[in-house]
């Protein structure tokens, strides 16, 4: 159980262009989601708290005009990169808890963003 | 989240050697979790220590966490080919935040 299903697994895009990658819970509801972004052989940096039907919450740094979260319903949401450029390409992972507040969080795949 | 510092960044074993990595904090932890990531993979979910002074095993690995809770710390037993991966430890923060990772230990094991 708790599985998190990220989409694409890969993408290569453009300067200038959106990507948007999708992120669902598919046999929990998760109220909140979180998105994070990993650089090669770096940890993973918390980018933002996704809260269904609510505005995410960024951390600080992040900017949420370049990096638009919407989460409509208890098992997706979404992050879209805006106008990517190259310095963009990075490894995003999104992750939700079935459970309480602090439980341990189950990850999607992630999503190779190469931007050209 | 509070910021943790995890050490080594790197270790080189040989197979069948033990590995530790730590994890530190300058102020009380919650509760840490520790998560594995295989190259090219995403971060699972191993453990989480709740109580100070905890100790909890999985087969070769063992899990503590500091009597202060300021400190947490990871051992492989006789380590193998399938421990490669990095080991990251994670502070929950105590609130609706998401977590709050080390840098993590890359563990390279030399056959």
């Known amino acids: 159980g708790a599985v998190v299903s990220q989409h694409p697994s890969w993408v290569i895009c453009k300067s200038g262009t959106s990507v948007k990658i999708e992120c669902r819970s598919l046999?929990?509801?998760?109220?909140?989601m979180f998105w994070y972004r990993q650089f090669p052989k770096q940890s993973l940096m918390l980018m933002a708290t996704s809260n269904e039907g609510s505005k995410a919450t960024y951390e600080q740094g992040v900017e949420k005009d370049k990096f638009l979260i919407n989460h409509a319903s208890l098992t997706l949401s979404t992050l879209t990169v805006t106008s990517a450029h190259p310095e963009d390409s990075s490894f995003y992972i999104c992750s939700a808890s079935p459970g309480q507040r602090n439980s341990p969080l189950h990850f999607g795949n992630g999503t190779r963003l190469t931007v050209t | 989240g509070q910021q943790v510092m995890q050490i080594p960044q790197y270790q080189h074993v040989q197979e069948g050697e033990d590995f530790t990595t730590y994890c530190n904090s300058s102020?009380?932890?919650?509760?840490i979790q520790w998560y594995k990531q295989r190259p090219g993979g995403h971060p699972v979910f191993l453990i989480q220590?709740?109580?100070?002074?905890e100790v909890k095993k999985q087969k070769r690995l063992t899990f503590q966490f500091g009597e202060a809770k300021k400190n947490s710390s990871l051992h492989i037993t006789a380590t193998q080919t399938t421990d490669v991966g990095t080991y990251f430890c994670a502070d929950a923060g105590g609130g609706a935040d998401g977590l709050t990772f080390g840098k993590g230990t890359h563990l390279i094991i030399q056959p």
């Open positions: 102020t009380t932890l919650s509760n």
């Open positions: 046999d929990f509801q998760a109220t909140t």
């Open positions: 220590l709740v109580k100070s002074g």
